[in-house]
C-alpha cells in the first residue's frame, strides 16, 4: 500500500529564511499531491496541489516541487513570516476517491 | 459564511455511551468524508460519500455508523465508545468523488471517560 512520510517532525527557522518541507512517499507514483496548513485546533486548509506532469507550483512565497523519480514533493515558503508558524501536511492520492495524509511537520518560525 | 461546520465542538462522555456528530456544508459539493486524527496528529480517512452513497469505509468499526440523508450533510453515529475512540474528528468535502482540494470543518474533540 502507499505510504507517505513527513520526515521532519518539527522545523525551527529564523524569519525571513526560506522554510523548505519535505514529503516521500513509497510505491505507485500518485497523480497529484497536495500540501494542507493546520494550525492548533483548527482543520487542515488547503494550500497547493501539483499534478505529477507539473515539475512546479507557486503561490505567492509558496513553491511545491514534484520529483516522480526521487518519490519526493519539496514545499517551500519564502521569506517565512512568524504568521507561517503551523502545522503542514502532505497528502497524496492512494487510490480512487481517497487520499493519504503524512503525520506532518511542525514549522515554528522565529522572529 | 461557514462552508463544512460540524456539531459539536467538544464532547466529553463515558465509556459505553453512544453520541452523533454531525456535519454540513452549504458548498454544493458531491463527496463528504470522515476523518479521525490521534494524538499523534496524524490523519486517517474512515468513511467518504459520494451523492449520499458510501464509496469508502476504511476497515473502521462497526460501533461507527455514518448516516447521510442528503448530499450536504454526513453525520457520524457511534455506539458504545471506547477510551479509544478519543480522538478529533473531522469532517471535510470535495467537489466530487476525484478527490482534489477538500475542505474541512472545524473538528470535534471527543474525549472518552
Known amino acids: 500500500s502507499q505510504k507517505i512520510e513527513q520526515n521532519s517532525e518539527a522545523l525551527n527557522i529564523q524569519e525571513g529564511k526560506t522554510a523548505t518541507l519535505t514529503c516521500n512517499y513509497t510505491?505507485?507514483?500518485?497523480?497529484?499531491l497536495q500540501w494542507y496548513r493546520q494550525d492548533p485546533g483548527r482543520g487542515p486548509v488547503f494550500l497547493l496541489l501539483?499534478?505529477?506532469?507539473?515539475k512546479e507550483k507557486r503561490k505567492e512565497r509558496l513553491k511545491v516541487t514534484f520529483d516522480t523519480t526521487l518519490k519526493q514533493s519539496l514545499f517551500h515558503i519564502t521569506a517565512s513570516q512568524p504568521a507561517d508558524s503551523a502545522t503542514y501536511l502532505c497528502?497524496?492520492?492512494?487510490?480512487?476517491?481517497?487520499?493519504?495524509f503524512g503525520s506532518g511537520t511542525r514549522l515554528s518560525i522565529r522572529p | 459564511d461557514t462552508a463544512v461546520s460540524q456539531t459539536p465542538k467538544y464532547l466529553v462522555t463515558q465509556m459505553g455511551n453512544d453520541k452523533s456528530i454531525k456535519c454540513e456544508q452549504n458548498?454544493?459539493?458531491?463527496?463528504m468524508y470522515w476523518y479521525k486524527q490521534d494524538s499523534k496528529k496524524f490523519l486517517k480517512i474512515m468513511f467518504s460519500?459520494?451523492?449520499?452513497?458510501?464509496?469508502i469505509n476504511e476497515t473502521v468499526p462497526n460501533r461507527f455508523s455514518p448516516k447521510s440523508p442528503d448530499k450536504a450533510h454526513l453525520n457520524l453515529h457511534i455506539n458504545s465508545l471506547e477510551l479509544g475512540d478519543s480522538a478529533v474528528y473531522f469532517c471535510?468535502?470535495?467537489?466530487?468523488?476525484?478527490?482534489?482540494?477538500?475542505?474541512f470543518g472545524p473538528g470535534t474533540r471527543l474525549t472518552v471517560l
Open positions: 497528502a497524496l492520492d492512494s487510490s480512487a476517491s481517497k487520499i493519504i
Open positions: 510505491n505507485y507514483s500518485p497523480a497529484y
Open positions: 458548498l454544493g459539493h458531491d463527496t
Open positions: 471535510a468535502s470535495s467537489q466530487d468523488w476525484s478527490v482534489g482540494e477538500q475542505f
Open positions: 501539483i499534478r505529477e506532469n507539473e
Open positions: 460519500y459520494n451523492n449520499k452513497e458510501l464509496i
